[in-house]
């Protein structure tokens, strides 16, 4: 995983596309949700259009505030949770096997 809120030099999973039609649908704006969040509305800005990911802390207090999912939340930024991601590093075989499963059932399909 990245540095807490880091800068990154290429294009981010959708989660900031995500939050940001969140926070548009219910009419609030950008310095109002950053306000709750307690980040300045630059940061929430860069996290809306990509430049920058939610740190983990922030993106778990997100999803407590407003109900969502931490995982699902996870998801759509392209990372997993911390337990998760040790837990995996712990147990390296069945990274593997899962890499083997998921050839063998792409096999036949065009990627």
Known sequence: ?????GSVGRRLPPLGKQLR???ESRGMALRQLARRLGVSHVYLYEVETGRRRLSEKRLVH???MYGFNAD???????RIAPDIEEWLADNVAVVHELRRRM?????GRER
Not at 72 to 77: G, I, P
């Open 103 to 107: 050839e063998r059932s792409e096999g």
């Open 72 to 78: 699902e939340l996870r998801a759509l930024d392209g």
């Open 1 to 5: 995983m990245q540095r807490e809120g």
């Open 62 to 64: 997100f999803a407590e």
């Open 21 to 23: 039609g969140w926070r």
